[in-house]
């Protein structure tokens, strides 16, 4: 069966604050001056039924998948070879009851494993394995892990600690893709093909970024190694968000000053390249580099007050805000700084841990602003190219 594993209430503030809480998947056990939580690991059924499946998941292929579902299906009922199952007479020598208890035995296997196939029962904090183990203020309602990419989609319509964020990102995804295709779907007397071309930049960046998040957070419990690759897909989305973004809004500010434009242009694209390599780093995505993941986004994020004092102080600031939207540059900025911050100190749910296991922790908190900040954006780029097509190209003295 299971293994047990124990662990010692003394070693974890959470646990001493409050040691007892029903919602745990495990039991205090106290032994003379030592007080010990035992947990049982978290495992999917479908992991427990086939002890040597955790090295197969490895290769994460759907192939891969397809074998281990057809090496878990159970055979049929084992009738003799020669067996005539027409002749009534040969039926009644085999024996009609052994016949009936092999089908019963054989449906009832069938039905036990494919129950096993699809159940799982969300875990504790501390049952999850290492690379499960992200946040532990968020104490339960983790999925174990699921082995299977299937299994992985069907769990976005289930309650657990992932259900916010995959959601969040997901249905903002679609939201930009159908806005992108509305906007670049404008007849072409009205908008260039270049201002398509930067605007798809943008679209392309936000549907990147928030369909990778949404992929993570779903394939994140597959296993370790699907795991660390989503979780690099997911930076390498919010580099392209970072950059997409950049693109429209510098494009239309040095609108007329070509040089300016193409330096900034260039620049945001190697900052862009340069934070996509540190993210392939294998051990970027580990929970104690959270702040310099933060750290990171934030400083290519911010590294457009460069270009946008640049702007500001050459221009007057009532040009700044006409023509470069630069009240909805800070408002988009801030938003992507305040969600960091959350993210970052992971609150709220270091201040109660497990009250905000399911709904409302820092993360979807993250999204919701990240979501936010990009329509900001969209809004100011979009209020940005309306001026221009107003003014009509530039005016050289
Ligand atoms: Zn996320």
């Not at 580990?286 to 004092?309: D, M, Q, T």
Request: glycine share 6%; charged share 15%.
């Amino acid at each position: 069966m299971e293994e047990i594993t124990e662990y010692d209430i003394n070693l974890d503030s959470n646990l001493r604050r409050n040691p007892l809480d029903p919602e745990r998947n495990g039991r205090t056990i106290v032994t003379g001056d030592h007080r010990k939580e035992f947990y049982i690991p978290c495992t999917s059924s479908f992991e427990e039924s086939s002890g040597d499946l955790s090295d197969d998941s490895e290769d994460d292929s759907d192939d891969d998948e397809e074998e281990i579902q057809e090496d878990f299906l159970p055979l049929p009922p084992i009738l003799p070879p020669d067996l005539d199952v027409e002749d009534p007479l040969v039926i009644d020598d085999w024996g009609f009851s052994a016949i009936a208890t092999s089908v019963y035995q054989y449906a009832e296997d069938v039905l036990r494993k494919v129950w096993m196939n699809i159940s799982w029962t969300v875990c504790h904090f501390h049952t999850l394995p290492q690379w499960l183990q992200d946040n532990d203020y968020i104490l339960h309602g983790y999925r174990p892990p699921l082995q299977s990419f299937k299994r992985c989609l069907h769990s976005i319509f289930s309650v657990h600690t992932e259900t916010g964020n995959i959601w969040t990102h997901l249905l903002g995804c679609i939201a930009f893709f159908g806005v992108g295709v509305f906007f670049l779907s404008y007849p072409t007397p009205e908008l260039s093909h270049v201002d398509k071309a930067v605007f798809a930049a943008f679209f392309i960046g936000a549907c990147f970024c928030l369909g990778l998040s949404a992929a993570f957070h779903t394939f994140l419990c597959h296993s370790e190694k699907a795991g660390r690759l989503f979780s690099k897909l997911d930076y390498c989305g919010i580099s392209l968000l970072i950059t997409g973004s950049f693109v429209p809004w510098l494009y239309y500010s040095f609108y007329c000053n070509f040089y300016q434009k193409i330096v900034y242009l260039s620049v945001v694209l190697v900052l862009g390249l340069t934070t996509v390599i540190v993210s392939l780093w294998p051990r970027f995505g580990e929970p104690k580099f959270r702040f310099l993941r933060a750290g990171n986004f934030l400083a290519f994020g911010l590294s457009g007050l460069v270009p946008a004092f640049h702007y500001a102080f050459s221009n007057s600031w009532a040009l700044a805000v006409s023509q470069a939207g630069m009240q909805w540059l800070i408002l988009m900025g801030s938003l992507y700084v305040i969600g960091t911050m959350f993210y970052a100190l992971r609150i709220p749910e270091r201040f109660w841990p497990g009250k905000f296991d399911i709904w409302f922790q820092s993360h979807q908190i993250f999204h919701c602003f990240v979501v936010a900040a990009a329509f900001v954006h969209y809004h100011g780029i979009t209020e940005m190219v309306q001026y221009r097509v107003s003014v009509g190209e530039c005016q050289f003295l």
